[in-house]
């Protein structure tokens, strides 16, 4: 069992920076890929970003990449999303989950075991 706390959500302008953190307290040795998710109103939830168990793969989504950066530090048993550039489209609430897997990293919510209960971001023009 999982359990993920995110922080570090907020508002923000058009053209700022926040990093979001991921706090998972495990009670298993279980290797877990990492994602993060957003979901806006009247939305559905999207993929944001995801890391692979060793911090070696990660994926983006095509409307974040290159301003955003997913990272994780598996001693402090955290995963961080550096957001740069914002813009009022990202605002939503951002979820990170956990998906129990060595190797790879998914892009699909479906595969995600364990859910944080999210943070909001707010970007004002």
């Known amino acids: 069992q999982v359990q993920l706390v995110e922080s570090g959500g907020g508002l923000v302008q058009t053209g700022g920076s926040l990093r979001l953190s991921c706090a998972a307290s495990q009670r298993t040795r279980s290797a877990y890929a990492m994602g993060w998710f957003r979901q806006a109103p009247g939305k559905e939830r999207e993929f944001v970003a995801a890391i692979n168990w060793r911090g070696t793969t990660n994926y983006y989504a095509d409307s974040v990449k290159g301003r955003f950066t997913i990272s994780r530090d598996n001693v402090r048993n955290t995963a961080y999303l550096q957001m740069n550039s914002l813009k009022v489209e990202d605002t939503a609430v951002y979820y990170c989950?956990?998906?129990?897997?060595?190797?790879?990293?998914?892009?699909?919510?479906?595969?995600?075991?364990?859910w944080g209960q999210g943070t909001q971001v707010t970007v004002s023009s």
């Open positions: 989950a956990a998906d129990e897997q060595v190797i790879g990293a998914s892009r699909s919510a479906s595969e995600y075991d364990y």
